[in-house]
């Protein structure tokens, strides 16, 4: 053993740091945008590209992926390599790592306005960047491992195994729910179909929630908190327990997004059962960090950066309790499609995600830059207006969320449904999306006044871009003392074997589930009139799809009687079965769709879908002119019709090459009964494709 | 509609036990574990963070 000098590297944190700050920035900007097109649809500027369905994944995308996951890489590139006694594996693969996630972003800031969408929410990016995003995530895993084992500390402290398990399951999460069968360059199909694909999806996307929102920043908690307080975490045994229960339960409780739907009961309950279990590991996590401030709480009420960790904690406290009652399917049954959700989801985004990443950025960028922070005063002021924003952003959404989840449900004492029009429940709650859309403003007011202030204390100090340590190196072999042999000490020494391990126990919960779902056929019931798509119903199907319709609208009718007597009969498995993906959504801004073929004329369709305030006054849909103004391409029929029958649609060998012809006839048909509504289209424009999809949904197995 | 899926899986609940148990006895070995850990090594590990004092 002997003394080794060595130096960390400053400088791809800082850019990391960067990049968090002016993506927060956009993908917070794009939030706002579509909050205020939620009560002035007219703030789409006309234009598809920036409407609603299209940039709404753009703005999760930015803010989960290039906020947070930025966020998460700073964190993680500072504190490895401090825990670690060592500098990043390798500076050439931090800086592929930093640029390639970069143009990740990018390309997803190019394609989701275009409408080039998979659909499956928070995974909405076509195959080739899905592919990108594997690579660019295997050689964050090498940077971090190769990292790992020239390490010059023996044990591996917590924040280092969320990191490991943050690494292991969005490579899993990632992998598994992006089989796709590529149809060109930017368009495929998923392999799943119907109530497979959502199980799928929700198992990516409350995993996504659990592992690059929540365990990356509890293991940034774990290392930031005790620097910042300066003493050490309450309880490491705590740390330990809740990291092993946490991660162990977590990746059942996806179903708990499915309930009342089509997925079989038995797969909902488990759903309900872990995501119940799920409150006891995450409030260790917090209670774990608020206690760390024990004998401290005067230091909170002097320094801002604390208060951000106090409130990011709270929230997340708050989130996490919701979230298992939410779980509940009493409370779900009001709650699920509402603004409710968007509440829950944005006190943990806000909160917990938000208030951390700026407490480490105001605690790392005068420590980097060798200087003291500019101004206390602002982020004091930066303080308040975001914990204030956070309340004005919440509080009116969840009153929206009761009040119209309520409103639905309500029946008059004649047994009639009180508000038949989904639109009257809309008309109710537009002040409170006003309010909404007034606390989104203050918060990115708070991370503008940040960016001045981190601006300004860049400005004035002078970046440490490799900063001079020194530590022993590690004996080669390590001889165990007596009274050592405990399992954690020697796994804690073992970074491979903690990773298989990891692996292991995010898997059981996955394969449990999944299984069954897949294996036993009886376990999605077919029903023989649930017919393959025409050509021409598939192409309305993939412009629903780009138009991001999903975005507002369901196709999954529960088992309530307040829905079936608003929508029709309930949705059931076998009507999926060819749904390759699935298209239930998980927000109702708008009325549920899945018996919607037949409930209007083709020329209601048309005239809604031009200007949506003439069919239905008040409307806060935005006008779609341009699928009027566009041709439908149909040379990509031929391989939807081959992609499909690859994916196990029943369709004719050979039909692919006669698929145009009952296009162009269906089609025509369509514009000939428009003519009638004194409505002359040509048939071959995009919106007759999506009226003809429209007209099919949900009658399959309608009693005509 | 859910009763039909239970009829026509009729292992459904031995999966939702058995899912239960597995989690039960994965926590007894955490549990077991943290107990018989050495409360030196605890304290040198929760101080990891606070020794690299590189910074002033």
Not at chain 1, 477 to 492: A, C, D, I, N
Not at chain 1, 639 to 645: F, H, L, P, Q
């Amino acid at each position: 053993m002997q003394l080794e000098k060595f130096n960390y590297d400053n400088k791809i944190v800082r850019d990391f740091g960067i990049a968090t700050v002016v993506w927060g920035i956009i993908g917070m900007t794009v939030g706002l945008l579509i909050a205020f097109q939620l009560f002035k649809p007219e703030m789409n500027m006309g234009n598809q590209y920036t409407t609603f369905g299209r940039i709404r994944p753009l703005h999760t995308n930015a803010v989960i992926f290039a906020f947070v996951g930025n966020g998460i890489f700073m964190g993680v590139y500072y504190s490895m390599q401090r825990l670690l006694k060592a500098r990043m594996f390798s500076d050439r693969l931090s800086k592929i790592h930093f640029w390639g996630w970069q143009l990740i972003i990018i390309s997803a800031v190019i394609t989701l306005p275009l409408g080039l969408t998979t659909s499956h929410e928070y995974a909405e990016l076509e195959w080739p960047i899905d592919i990108a995003i594997t690579l660019i995530w295997v050689v964050f895993g090498v940077n971090m491992f190769g990292t790992i084992v020239k390490r010059r500390e023996r044990h591996m402290y917590v924040a280092i195994w969320f990191y490991i398990a943050t690494f292991v399951t969005v490579a899993v999460l990632h992998i598994v729910n992006s089989f796709q069968l590529p149809v060109s360059a930017f368009k495929s199909y998923y392999l799943y179909a119907g109530v497979q694909d959502a199980l799928v999806q929700w198992w990516y996307g409350h995993n996504a929630v659990a592992f690059f929102l929540t365990t990356p920043y509890l293991g940034m908690m774990y290392y930031f908190l005790p620097k910042m307080a300066n003493r050490p975490v309450y309880s490491y045994k705590l740390s330990i327990l809740h990291f092993w229960s946490l991660i162990f339960i977590y990746i059942w409780a996806g179903p708990h997004h499915l309930l009342y739907t089509s997925l079989p009961g038995w797969a909902q309950s488990l759903g309900v059962v872990f995501s119940i279990m799920l409150i006891a590991p995450s409030w260790g996590g917090m209670i774990n960090g608020l206690l760390t401030l024990r004998g401290a709480w005067d230091k909170v009420r002097d320094d801002a950066i604390l208060k951000f960790m106090v409130v990011g904690l709270t929230a997340y406290g708050m989130a996490t309790f919701e979230g298992p009652m939410l779980a509940l399917k009493q409370i779900n049954a009001i709650a699920h499609y509402t603004d409710w959700i968007v509440a829950h989801v944005h006190v943990g985004a806000l909160g917990w995600n938000g208030f951390l990443t700026f407490a480490i950025l105001y605690w790392l960028v005068p420590r980097i830059y060798q200087t003291e922070i500019f101004s206390r005063k602002l982020m004091n002021f930066h303080f308040w207006i975001g914990t204030l924003g956070i309340l004005f952003y919440a509080i009116p959404l969840y009153l929206a969320g009761f009040a119209q989840g309520l409103m639905l449900k309500e029946f008059t004492p004649e047994g009639m449904l009180k508000y038949p029009a989904f639109l009257q429940t809309t008309l109710e709650i537009i002040p409170m999306h006003i309010f909404r859309a007034i606390g989104g403003t203050m918060y990115l007011t708070g991370v503008i006044v940040m960016t001045y202030n981190l601006v300004k204390t860049v400005a004035k100090g002078k970046l440490v871009a490799n900063e001079p340590a020194e530590a022993m190196s590690l004996a080669p072999v390590f001889v165990p003392q007596s009274g050592e042999k405990t399992w954690h000490r020697s796994l804690e020494r073992k970074p491979m074997m903690f990773m298989v391990l990891s692996i292991i126990v995010i898997l059981i919960g996955g394969m449990v589930e999944m299984m069954p779902t897949f294996m036993i056929s009886s376990n999605v019931p077919t029903i023989a009139s649930v017919k393959p798509y025409t050509p021409l119903e598939l192409h309305g199907r993939d412009l629903y799809i780009r138009e991001g319709c999903v975005n507002c609208h369901s196709q999954m009718i529960r088992p309530f009687r307040s829905e079936t007597e608003r929508y029709g009969e309930y949705s059931k498995a076998g009507e999926f079965v060819y749904d390759h993906p699935f298209l239930w959504g998980s927000k109702r801004t708008g009325p549920d769709l899945h018996r919607e073929g037949g409930k209007y004329s083709n020329a209601w369709h048309f005239n809604h879908m031009l200007d949506p305030t003439t069919m239905s006054p008040g409307s806060i849909m935005p006008p779609y002119p341009w699928l009027i103004d566009q041709k439908l391409d149909t040379t990509t029929t031929e391989s939807k019709i081959n992609a499909m029958r690859t994916l196990g649609v029943p369709y004719e060998e050979g039909y692919e090459k006669l698929a145009n012809n009952d296009l162009n006839a269906q089609a025509q048909s369509i514009a000939d009964n428009l003519v009638k509504d004194n409505i002359n289209i040509q048939s071959n424009r995009e919106i007759i494709a999506i009226i003809a999809y429209l007209q099919r949904l949900g009658t399959d197995i309608k009693v005509k | 509609m859910f009763k039909q899926f239970v009829q026509n899986f009729t292992d459904s609940r031995i999966y939702l036990i058995s899912s239960l148990w597995i989690f039960l006895i994965f926590f007894i070995l955490v549990a077991v574990m943290l107990y018989r850990m050495n409360k030196k090594h605890i304290e040198y590990m929760s101080n990891l963070p606070l020794n690299d004092d590189n910074e002033k």
